[in-house]
Every structure is written in structure tokens, then in C-alpha cells.
């Protein structure tokens, strides 16, 4: 895992040493240039594979025509380069080595063929091309932009800023998302004219014209769909998690595996454990955080996992204290607003663990894929409750429902219901961004200045969900829900999260559920086999019954969170009135500060919940003080 930044057109060593300065903490081990006049390419290295010398990057092959710099693992680089070794010098033995001479038997297919997380540039002086490709689920970021013809890359929006081309203006529109959302979705940033790669594409620029072009997409149909049977579903599924844990154990520095004490991570601590055992080893490292907040709390179950399954646990019980001591300086490693609040245990969490190891395996993906979020549910409960008269709906459920006491507990019955109703009505096929956003429509409109919001008012909510349900390739509803699910929230909130709390502890995190052979057998499976009744991961659930204590396979999700309603009204609220003053919000020149004060003073009175929206607008103002002022 490490840290790539580069341009094609203006520039020097110089500009590539202050772009990589700025991602020292996605690879503190080693740093490498390499510049021809017209394109210069830069690499952080943080060592998994191949600890020498062999592995530094920039890396090229025998005739020093073509360079690379990547970020991220390719886990069949062994296969492959069995494949090449009878016509090609290897060096070393890393995966970056593979990926070189693969392009320069196969060229642009080389990303199809390689099978990881990755951001890669490859730059071919022969051709006279630089490539830029994302991996196939976007575990990896790649931002880049055009700047009067000279095209700026880099893992992080802070490495394109340093270069003299740059050009730093706010895109009211992506701020739009931003407070919809609460991240920003792709290929969409925070500033104009830049960009996210998307995932599963590569980019071309020959110094004039940028083309893109997808090498790999979502598939829902194919032989698995068949009618499979549960039994063999279930063996299939075994198979292809331990292969894929096994394939992410590779490595030449200590791993340990994020264990919550959910199901997920539970699982890929299982298949861990039982590599280690297979294989002689001592058993695996675990790592959990807790709070001394009870319903946040989920150590007591990370433990008795680790029990159960005889791994190496790690615990450390934190305190509010932790938290807030860090959410100040969260728009350091936010270049780009992201109003997940879980950023801050992740990254305490991730801290932690890397003072044990460098690597580390989580469960991220599980939920997407097999329709483990309580959103799920909801539109089951959605389908009922259509059905029940409109009158009933109107004069009983939704007269009640506001009327509950907000609870300052995690996930809370009254924050589910309130949520249910507010996002229910309308077309039902944004129905899931109305029940998971900050702000809808008519909260923006009352946000935003007048002046800003008559410059976004004909703007469609929706494009880019319409985007993505254009490009999914199933009719049926869930199908699209997943498929949705895996192109905006968690790519764009869950990995990001992930991503920069980790990176920023040079930390690597691997993810077995996404898997490019677990996805495609997965997203195939009839939703029976993942949403059944009311039972979600019925599959996985089946699966680990023998494996996991009961109590972990059945329990209740609980999302990896912090008291945040309760602490923007006591511990947080000072830092709550800083950064949402009257002067902070008329330098942005973009609020309208009259309504903010009414979500203040809700909240700090407990008529209303709005830690959504209040946080929403902490992490943009702490991010906008910290960037563009």
C-alpha cells in the first residue's frame, strides 16, 4: 500500500517531491521520482511485499520505456508470473514487477487481468501515453484533473493541490451532493474540474485528449443464478471465502484482522484462524476498540469471538475523550468532506492496530452484498406499509411517530421510525437516499443562500442515481438496491472512511468480501439466499451457524458509531457554536445562518435529532477553514 502522484505536461522533480510530501503517511518507508521533461510520476512506499530494494517505485522493465508507480496489492501476481518469467528478467518479487511486464506483453489489458485493489499509472515513452486505472470495487483512490492541458494525478486531492497548475475553487454543485449525500459520489470532487477515476475503468492521456475506458463491470447474470441449491450455495461460498482470506494473508509484515464482533469480521476471523492453523502458524492477531458508552460498545462480543476461535486478541477501551480530542484535526486527512462520523473509531481503531501490525483484514462489503443493512428491511416494511389505507397511515402511524422521545441511543427506535417516514413518500426509487441523506430538497433549499440555491434549484436531485441505474445491468429492485449500494455509499463513504483513517496511520486494510470471485458469485445469488422474510445475510447466517457462537451469527447489527447526538449538545457543543458561528458561516458566503441556528437550537434542546445535519456541516466548515481559507 503507498501513495502515487504525477503529471503529464508541466513540471519537475521538484513539484513530485512536494506532491509526494504530502502523502509521507500512505508510505513512510521509501520514495521514488522519475521525470522525463513531459511526464513525472511519484511514489510513497509503505513495504508489504518485497522489503528491498527490489521494490522501490518508480519501477520499469529491461528498456526503461515504461514506468510504474501503483498503490495497493495484486493477490494472483503469483500466478501471473509464472506465466512471464520464461520471457522476462524478474528483479525482485513484488507485484509491481508483475504489473510492468504484464503491460509490456499485453497493454491496456493488463487491468483485466490483474486481480487486487489498485490505483496504477503506467507511463509508456514509446507510445507517448500515460495510464491511470482504478481497481474493480474502488478500494483505491485516484483523483485527476486537466489544468490548461496539463493533467495532475494523484491517491489524495492534497498531492494535486501543491501543483503550481492547480487551480482551487469550490464546486457548489458537488457541495450539493456533499449535504444530500454526505459524501461526495463519483466521479464527482469537492473542487472543479477534478475528478475521481471511476472504479473498474483505466484512463489514457496522450497530452492532448483524456479517454476512458471500463474493463469490468457488475454482472447479475451468469450460471450461478440458476436455481442453485442452498447446499451448494453454501460449499461454493465456504470455498471462495477461505480463498480469498488466504490470498490476503499474503505477506511479508505482521497482519492481524478489525474484529467487531459482527458477523462479518467474525467470519473472515474464522477463515484466518483456520489458515493459521492449517498451516502450523501461530494463531491470528485480532484487534477491537470499545467505548464506555453502552449501546456504542461492542468489545464484549469482539472478545468472545476471539475466544471462541483461540486468536491473539488486542482490546482498547476508549473514552469520549479520544474521540473528541481528534475531531478537530479531522480535515487533515479529509482533504474532502465525508460526514461519517464512524471516520473517528475507524481511525482510532486503525492507530491502534498499527502499533501491533501493518497490515490488517476487515469485513467491509458483507452488508452490500448480501443485504445486511437495516435499510433493507425497511423496504420490506416499506412494501407492507404501502398497503395499509392511506387514511391509517396519515392519522394514526404518522401523527405518532413524531411524538416519540429522541433517544441519545445508538441507532435508536425513534430515529428508525422518524427516518421511515420522512423518506417514504415520493418515487420509490430514491426512497433509500431520502431515508440515508443529511438534507433532502426542501432542507437544502431553506440551507443555502438564496443566491447559491437559485443556481442549483433546476438542478436534478437524483442524476447521479439515475446514472447508476442506468448503468446497472438487472431490472430487479434489489438487485438495483445493491447495486446502488456498492457504487455510492460504500465506495464513496465506507471505503474512503477506511482508506484515510488507515493511510493515515500506514496502515494497509484489505477487505476478502470484495473479493472479485466472492462479488461475482454473490451479487448472482437468488435474494432468497441473502434477504430472507426478515432475515438478512440469510447465506452468510447459514454458513457460520457451525462456526461462530450462535449469539454472533443471529445478533442485531449495530453499526461501528459514536454518542453523537449526545455530544453535540454537551462535550462537543462548544466546537458545535465555533464552527458554525455567525462569522465562520458568513466567510464561507454559502449558508443561510438563520436556519442553522434553528438546528442548533433544536438539537441543544432535544425537541429534534439533527446530529446529521449539524455534523454534516462541522465537517464541511472544518474542511473549508482548513482548504480554502
Known amino acids: 500500500m503507498c501513495g502515487i502522484a504525477g503529471y503529464s505536461g508541466e513540471g519537475d522533480t521538484l513539484i513530485l517531491k512536494k506532491m509526494a510530501d504530502t502523502l509521507r503517511h500512505r508510505g513512510p518507508d521509501d520514495e521514488g521520482y522519475y521525470s522525463d521533461g513531459r511526464v513525472g510520476l511519484a511514489h510513497r512506499r509503505l513495504s508489504i511485499i518485497d522489503l528491498s530494494p527490489a521494490g522501490h517505485q518508480p519501477m520499469t522493465v529491461e528498456k526503461g520505456d515504461i514506468q510504474v508507480v501503483f498503490n495497493g496489492e495484486i493477490y494472483n501476481f503469483g500466478d501471473l508470473r509464472k506465466g512471464l518469467e520464461s520471457r522476462h528478467k524478474f528483479t525482485g518479487h513484488s507485484d509491481t514487477e508483475v504489473i510492468a511486464h504484464l503491460y509490456e506483453e499485453t497493454g491496456e489489458k493488463v487491468f ?13 515513452k514509446t507510445r507517448s501515453k500515460l495510464f491511470l486505472a482504478r481497481d474493480r470495487m474502488g478500494k483505491k483512490p485516484l483523483y485527476y484533473g486537466i489544468f490548461d492541458g496539463t493533467l495532475i494525478f494523484g491517491s489524495e486531492l492534497k498531492a494535486l493541490m501543491v501543483h503550481p497548475k492547480f487551480e482551487k475553487e469550490l464546486d457548489i454543485v458537488s457541495l450539493n451532493k456533499y449535504l444530500q449525500y454526505e459524501y461526495i459520489p463519483t466521479p464527482h470532487t469537492m473542487f472543479k474540474n477534478v475528478w475521481k477515476l471511476e472504479p473498474g475503468h483505466y484512463a489514457s492521456y496522450d497530452g492532448t485528449v483524456l479517454t476512458k ?5 457488475i454482472s447479475f447474470v451468469g450460471k450461478e443464478i440458476e436455481a442453485p441449491s442452498l447446499k451448494d450455495s453454501l460449499e461454493r461460498l465456504d470455498t471462495l471465502l477461505y480463498n480469498a482470506v488466504k490470498k490476503r494473508m499474503v505477506s511479508d ?10 458477523i462479518d469480521s467474525s467470519t473472515i476471523a474464522y477463515y484466518a484462524q483456520r489458515i493459521a492453523r492449517e498451516n502450523g502458524a501461530k494463531p491470528v492477531k485480532t484487534f477491537s476498540i470499545g467505548f464506555s458508552e453502552g449501546s456504542f460498545d461492542e468489545s464484549a462480543y469482539a472478545r468472545q469471538v476471539s475466544k471462541y476461535l483461540g486468536t491473539e486478541h488486542e482490546e482498547k477501551i476508549l473514552s469520549a475523550k479520544d474521540s473528541l480530542s481528534l475531531i478537530p484535526d479531522i480535515a487533515d486527512f479529509l482533504d474532502e468532506p465525508l460526514a461519517d462520523a464512524s471516520i473517528i473509531p475507524t481511525y482510532l481503531l486503525s492507530r491502534f492496530t498499527r502499533e501491533h501490525v501493518t497490515v490488517a483484514l476487515g469485513g467491509d462489503g458483507g452488508d452490500e452484498l448480501l443485504c445486511g443493512y437495516d435499510t433493507f428491511l425497511a423496504h420490506r416494511l416499506a412494501d407492507i406499509y404501502e398497503k395499509i389505507p392511506e387514511f391509517m397511515r396519515k392519522d394514526i402511524f404518522e401523527k405518532l411517530i413524531p411524538l416519540l422521545p429522541v433517544s441519545q441511543r445508538n441507532m435508536s427506535f425513534d430515529f428508525k421510525a422518524k427516518k421511515f417516514i420522512a423518506g417514504f413518500y415520493g418515487d420509490k426509487k430514491y426512497r433509500n437516499q ?9 432542507e437544502r433549499a431553506e440551507l443555502f443562500s438564496s443566491e447559491v440555491w437559485r443556481g442549483l434549484e433546476g438542478a436534478n436531485e437524483f442524476d447521479d ?8 445491468p438487472s431490472d430487479d429492485y434489489y438487485n438495483q438496491l445493491m447495486f446502488m449500494y456498492l457504487r455510492t455509499y460504500m465506495m464513496d463513504d465506507i471505503l474512503v472512511k477506511v482508506d484515510r483513517a488507515s493511510m493515515y496511520n500506514s496502515l494497509e486494510v484489505r477487505a476478502p468480501f470484495l473479493d472479485t ?5 454473490l451479487v448472482k445469488q437468488p435474494l432468497s439466499f441473502k434477504l430472507r422474510g426478515l432475515t438478512t445475510k440469510y447465506l452468510l447466517k447459514q454458513l457460520m451457524e457451525d462456526k461462530l457462537p450462535s449469539e454472533i451469527v443471529y445478533r442485531n447489527k449495530k453499526g461501528f458509531g459514536i454518542p453523537l447526538t449526545e455530544w453535540l449538545k454537551g462535550e462537543l457543543k462548544p466546537l458545535v457554536k465555533e464552527t458554525l458561528s455567525e462569522e465562520s458561516i458568513k466567510n464561507q458566503g454559502l449558508f443561510n445562518m438563520e436556519y442553522i441556528d434553528k438546528l442548533k437550537k433544536e438539537h441543544f434542546s432535544g425537541q429534534k435529532d ?16 482548513k482548504w480554502m481559507e
Not at 483485466?112 to 509508456?124: Q, R, V, W
Not at 442515481?465 to 446497472?472: K, Q, T
Open 112 to 124: 483485466s487481468k490483474i486481480d487486487g485493489m489498485f490505483a496504477i499509472a503506467i507511463y509508456d
Open 213 to 217: 475506458t471500463k474493463f469490468w463491470e
Open 253 to 262: 509484515v505482521p497482519l492481524g484482522i478489525f474484529l467487531s464482533g459482527g
Open 434 to 442: 431520502r431515508w440515508l441523506g443529511a438534507f433532502d430538497k426542501s
Open 465 to 472: 442515481i439515475d446514472r447508476y441505474l442506468a448503468e446497472c
Open 517 to 521: 470471485e466472492v462479488v461475482n458469485f
Open 610 to 625: 439533527n446530529r446529521k445535519q449539524l455534523w454534516a456541516l462541522m465537517v464541511f466548515s472544518l474542511w473549508h477553514k
